[in-house]
């Protein structure tokens, strides 16, 4: 993985001290809030409903087994003893105490971490395939381009101010795990016929208040000229972007009422205006600079190497069910891709306790080189693990409650704190995740489901990204009570979709039993176990689905709670 230099160390070692400074100045009242709000922004660090938030950016999702346990460290000196994993492959600590908070920087820049830009109107942390550079179906490795649009934007003089928040993804395979098509900035790396690696480039998705699937721009853009096209992009955003609007700002509203075609003219004519400058070429020995910390790690190959199939069909049903859930198969042999879920009973989505880190980390270098990665569904990954070693590697998660086998099933739900911590929220998440999962679990353990993504959001700015679960729960305010939508279609893979709202919205106490009748409806439209939710939904359409949630009369149901 990328190690810092000496100008990466200096940058987070710097900046810790400078925000040192700035918060004795607050706690002593030599700065008021309004004037500290910004200067804590720009290191992550949020008001929420109860305390302070610190969001710890993890570039990509990966980290290092040192990182973790430093991780663990930190929740257990300075917050409750847990942490949240947060849809973009961040860390969020909920309760940090002000004054302890330039002490936790220090400590994250002794192993080369950060809250740098996970707050703010700039390009946020950079997001990628957790699978990326052990993925069967990968065409390119996208790490290091994530790592070169990481320093290339961190601290950028121009767009530290942006008109909103802005956000890039990438991935380096046809079938996307990095959800590229709701980001400002989605980038598939792949090679052309002639062998040449570029870049398809999506702009102007999000989710929000105005959900958008973003539009392709360009099919091929040279490697070259990654760092040319993004500059272009983010300066036609910074020049027109809406800044009088907070709704209106985000760069899908510019693409939109702009319109693709006129919005690809004004990019490709400030990419050709930009284009040869010798700061944004991407060259040969830059890439290779960094390429060289994504090197293949050490595989060993056996005469006879194990697989999964025989794991599945042994013996132990446990293990078998693990592994058919949580464990995928690896680009090299006699290695397997483990999931591990954060959606047990015991915690709400994405949390973690500081006991599950110490393990994880013990585990990532027992089992995985001494890494693991995080996912933008909120669970973990350990990217290089032996076949041989699956069992005794499920046996020590089971041993943590990190042992869960539903990734991917209805109740590996993803979902924000919600009103249980956040000041934006109209609803709560977490108790309506729990009861959803609750209901769920007894008929996914009778019936095989298969992949269904549920998502759940506390509010519209749909954190939890309802707007691309296959099922997705948005939390809204109707005169003071909490109220939940229930949208169907989503989805963030390379068919994206944004989900359509099926009728009337429900009390806290019916949306589970709504969630559980529509899960009931598919079983009994499905043609055959292989048919998954989102292909039942879309041959079939809302109509069954209302029918089996509102009754027999659908057309009652058309009422959308304001």
């Known amino acids: 993985m990328y190690r810092y230099d000496e100008h990466d160390r200096r940058i987070v070692v710097e900046r810790a001290r400078q925000f040192r400074t700035q918060v004795a100045r607050r706690i002593s009242g030599e700065l008021t809030e309004e004037e500290f709000r910004p200067l804590r922004l720009q290191n992550g660090l949020y008001i929420q409903l109860h305390a302070y938030m610190l969001r710890i950016a993890i570039p990509y999702g990966l980290l290092s087994a040192t990182q973790i346990r430093k991780l ?17 492959q961040n860390l969020q600590l909920n309760w940090p105490r002000l004054e302890d908070v330039p002490t936790i920087l220090d400590e994250l820049a002794s192993v080369e971490m950060h809250a740098i830009q996970t707050s703010g109107n700039c390009v946020r942390n950079v997001t990628s395939d957790p699978f990326a550079g052990v993925a069967r179906d990968e065409d390119v490795d996208p790490r290091p381009y994530c ?32 959800a590229i098509a709701v980001h400002d900035i989605g980038l598939r790396v792949l090679k052309n016929d002639a062998g040449e690696i570029g870049f398809e480039v999506y702009v102007g998705g999000g989710q929000g208040r105005t959900p958008m699937i973003a539009p392709r721009i360009r099919a091929f853009l040279p490697e070259r000229d990654l760092l040319a096209y993004t500059e272009a992009i983010l300066r036609i955003y910074n020049q027109l972007g809406r800044r009088d609007n907070l709704y ?21 004519e400030e990419f050709a205006r930009i284009a040869s400058d010798e700061g944004l070429v991407l060259t040969p020995d830059e890439i290779a600079r960094v390429t060289r910390h994504f090197e293949p790690a050490s595989y060993e190959t056996t005469p006879a190497t194990p697989t999964l199939e025989g794991l599945t069909l042994g013996k132990d049903r446990t293990l078998a069910r693990f592994v058919e859930a949580n464990v995928l198969p690896h680009r090299v042999a006699g290695y397997a891709i483990v999931q591990i879920s954060l959606k047990s009973e015991r915690l709400p989505p994405g ?7 110490d393990a994880v980390a013990d585990l990532a270098d027992r089992f995985s080189f001494g890494r693991a990665v995080v996912t933008h569904r909120q669970n973990l990954v350990l990217t290089d693990v032996k076949i041989a070693a699956l069992a005794a590697l499920h046996a020590d998660l089971a041993k943590h409650d990190l042992a ?11 979902a924000c704190p919600g009103l249980d911590y956040c000041d ?26 298969g992949p269904i993504t549920l998502n759940i959001s506390g509010c519209i700015n749909a954190c939890g990204h309802h707007h691309v679960g296959n099922l997705g729960i948005l939390g809204i305010d109707k005169l003071g009570e909490e109220f939940y939508q229930l949208t169907l279609g989503g989805d963030h893979t390379e068919t994206a979709a944004v989900g359509k709202i099926l009728g009337r919205a429900f009390a806290a106490d019916e949306i589970a039993g709504a969630v559980e009748k529509t899960v ?33 009369h659908p057309a009652s149901s058309q009422r959308t709670a304001a």
């Open 351 to 357: 949390d973690v306790t500081h006991v599950q880190l």
């Open 404 to 414: 869960t086998p539903n990734v991917g099933r209805v109740t590996d739900i993803v």
């Open 424 to 449: 934006l929220a109209n609803a709560r998440s977490i108790p309506v995740a729990a009861d959803v999962a609750s209901r769920l679990r007894t008929l996914e353990q009778e019936q095989d489901l």
């Open 520 to 552: 009931r409806t598919y079983l009994a439209l499905r043609t055959s176990r292989d048919e998954t939710f989102l292909a039942v939904y879309r041959r079939v359409g809302p109509t069954p689905f209302k029918e089996a949630v509102y009754g027999a």
């Open 248 to 268: 209106k700002a985000r760069i899908k509203i510019l693409v939109h009422e702009t319109g693709v075609p006129e919005f690809t003219r004004l990019v490709e």
């Open 72 to 88: 663990a460290d930190i929740t257990r000196k300075y917050d409750r003893g847990y942490g949240h994993f947060t849809t973009r």
């Open 147 to 178: 790592e070169i649009l990481r320093q290339y934007s961190t601290f950028h003089p121009e767009f530290a101010t942006l008109p909103r928040k802005f956000k890039i993804a990438v991935t380096g395979s046809k079938n996307d795990r990095a």
